[in-house]
């Protein structure tokens, strides 16, 4: 990992560092990426990944519920914590001109 | 009456009997928080709203319709969704946030009422400091300052439940919720002198609890007694239809067990665990681990082998691997979990931007802390194009396998025994400088989240500077009524989990 990386999954992360910044987290970065290369020696051919550790023991079905309004109306407390917003709509900085 | 050395077994019996109220409960642990806030356990307490439910508890118990923990206090980890106390895990993006609705596990445990018939009729107290979105092992990373070790301030409480472990252990909360994705529960429960079981995958109910690392978050209790966390978490857990990953069959009662012999036919009442076979992994006794909790854990065995178990050495020959695996999995999901603060519909927004990128970017950049930074950055890097298949996919597999040697070991014994971690509770700002050096210390703790075993940690013993020790158990799916019931059966034959802190009156 150098510099440049780090840069450009700041940006994917729409994380902003200075160049001070980027400088100081390159080497903790890469010290986490040392130690990850040790998966690199162990050979998993032919395994699947396993992203859910209850499929380790069973298939699972996709839990499914019935098309139907379940949710009441809760508009006025889902914007109470809203950092800017106006007659119920959350308020964003201009995106078309 | 000390209540804060009570156990909730007991203090039910007492709210049966009608010895004390909620009311005087409430308002105990209340003077308690409020006259000890140098340990910086709670982040939001609000004394006007616990007592409201106190006084809803009271009558609930007068008209003869409580459950049995009705009236009982608790603190939940602010990593919950609370309605009327504040909701931030610990991060100053969700700063002075409320939540529109309760998390299904503060339901389950909270006052019922028309929408939510089966709440239990605790009180809460408040809500507890923790690691900054559970990402740490120290309580270091709160926002909001670190969570002081109630066995010696100048130590760390451990983490991410830092602040309900102080809570148990100082006498702020007869017991707490907390969550585990890495040893989150197990490790500060260890730290601080108390007893905590993460349960397996998808036994609690992850709505409302605001995500760090999904495959891996579980919630649990931790508390002073086995049987504490045993009624705790037969409360907590439930068929959520809300959480795709809840289990049908999550209901139980995790306490059947705990009274009983290990089999049924038995008939020897010194030897109540005769017929349990209890792992020794060589993985978790090697080089690393501190001698006093090395010597701790194997007198504890020797302990259980008094009540009749039987030792056998077993192998989880990835144990090391799984700090890895861990630190690739969990940053991942949590970049992608963390995606959802933008600054638009609730959390900090910064006060100056060009556009609205630059909105995102600058409430980000000043809303995440260090860490949580830092693994947004490893998460976004190993799910990037070019290297998912190496980094994200490479750890996926491995997975299986430290899944598998789980189940190898499981053919040999019926429960595991070591160490919940290779030390006890360090410095205060002994490991803040050198991210990695932390990740080190989840060594024990992380393979049971990546097979998404339950595993609890029950105090064992102190080191030379009287700083307690923590085993820990680990079952095989769907055995935490047996977890518990060891762990009980070993506390019915010791008393570390009784001892106090020195400085806690």
């Not at chain 2, 600054?343 to 006060?351: D, E, P, Q, T």
Request: net charge negative; glycine share 8%; with cysteine.
């Amino acid at each position: 990992m150098k510099l440049d990386d780090v840069q450009r999954i700041a940006h994917l992360s729409r994380l902003e560092l200075n160049q001070a910044e980027a400088e100081a987290v390159l080497p903790q970065l890469q010290a986490v990426f040392s130690l990850v290369e040790e998966m690199q020696a162990v050979d998993t051919s032919g395994l699947e990944p396993l992203a859910h550790p209850i499929l380790f023991l069973r298939e699972l079905a996709q839990p499914l519920r019935v098309d139907q309004v379940s949710e009441s109306d809760h508009r006025i407390e889902n914007m109470q914590s809203a950092p800017a917003q106006q007659d119920g709509y959350f308020l964003v900085p201009r995106v078309i001109e | 009456m000390s209540w804060h050395q009570t156990p909730i077994a007991l203090m039910a019996k007492a709210l049966a009997a009608k010895e004390v109220s909620s009311m005087e409960l409430t308002q105990y642990f209340l003077s308690r928080i409020e006259a000890e806030k140098r340990w910086n356990a709670y982040l939001d307490v609000n004394a006007h709203l616990s007592l409201e439910q106190a006084n809803k508890a009271d009558a609930l118990i007068a008209a003869g319709k409580g459950t049995r923990l009705t009236g009982i206090p608790l603190a939940h980890k602010d990593v919950f969704v609370t309605r009327g106390w504040k909701s931030t895990a610990a991060s100053k993006i969700l700063e002075n946030y409320q939540s529109p609705f309760d998390a299904t596990v503060v339901a389950n445990l909270g006052m019922p009422s028309e929408e939510n018939p089966h709440g239990a009729g605790m009180v809460c107290l408040g809500k507890t400091n923790m690691d900054e979105f559970a990402m740490g092992s120290s309580n270091e990373n709160s926002a909001f300052g670190p969570v002081l070790n109630p066995w010696n301030r100048q130590y760390v409480s451990g983490g991410s439940s830092g602040g309900s472990a102080a809570a148990v252990a100082a006498g702020l909360a007869p017991i707490a919720t907390g969550s585990d994705t890495g040893g989150s529960i197990r490790q500060p429960s260890a730290f601080c002198g108390i007893t905590g079981i993460k349960p397996s995958y998808g036994r609690v109910s992850r709505y409302g609890m605001i995500a760090y690392a999904s495959s891996l978050d579980q919630a649990g209790p931790m508390g002073k007694t086995a049987e504490d966390c045993a009624l705790l978490l037969t409360a907590m857990s439930s068929h959520d239809p809300r959480d795709s990953t809840s289990l049908a069959d999550s209901g139980e009662d995790y306490s059947r067990f705990l009274n009983k012999p290990w089999q049924d036919s038995s008939t020897n009442a010194a030897k109540p665990l005769e017929g349990l076979r209890v792992g020794l992994p060589k993985e978790f006794f090697a080089e690393g681990l501190a001698q006093d909790v090395a010597n701790a854990v194997n007198t504890a065995a020797k302990a259980l082998a008094d009540l009749g178990a039987t030792l056998v050495e077993v192998t989880l020959p990835k144990t090391k691997l799984s700090i890895p695996v861990y630190y690739v999995l969990a940053p991942a999901e949590a970049s992608s979990n963390l995606s959802r603060f933008d600054g638009v519909r609730y959390g900090h927004r910064a006060n100056e931007y060009k556009d609205l990128g630059d909105m995102y970017q600058k409430s980000r950049t000043e809303g995440f802390g260090a860490e949580v930074r830092r693994r947004i950055l490893i998460g976004t890097y190993v799910l990037c194009h070019g290297y998912y298949d190496a980094y994200y996919l490479q750890a996926q597999k491995i997975r299986r396998i430290i899944a598998a040697d789980f189940q190898a070991a499981f053919n040999q014994c019926d429960v595991i025994l070591g160490p919940v971690a290779p030390d006890v509770a360090w410095r205060l700002g002994e490991k803040s400088k050198d991210p990695v050096q932390m990740y080190l210390e989840d060594i024990y703790t992380l393979s049971t989240n990546l097979a998404g075993l339950p595993a609890m940690s029950v105090p064992c013993g102190f080191n030379a500077n009287d700083l307690p020790i923590g085993m820990q158990l680990i079952g095989n799916y769907f055995s935490e009524a047996r977890l518990l019931q060891v762990a009980h059966q070993y506390q019915q034959a010791s008393d570390w989990h009784l001892r106090q802190a020195s400085e806690v009156a």
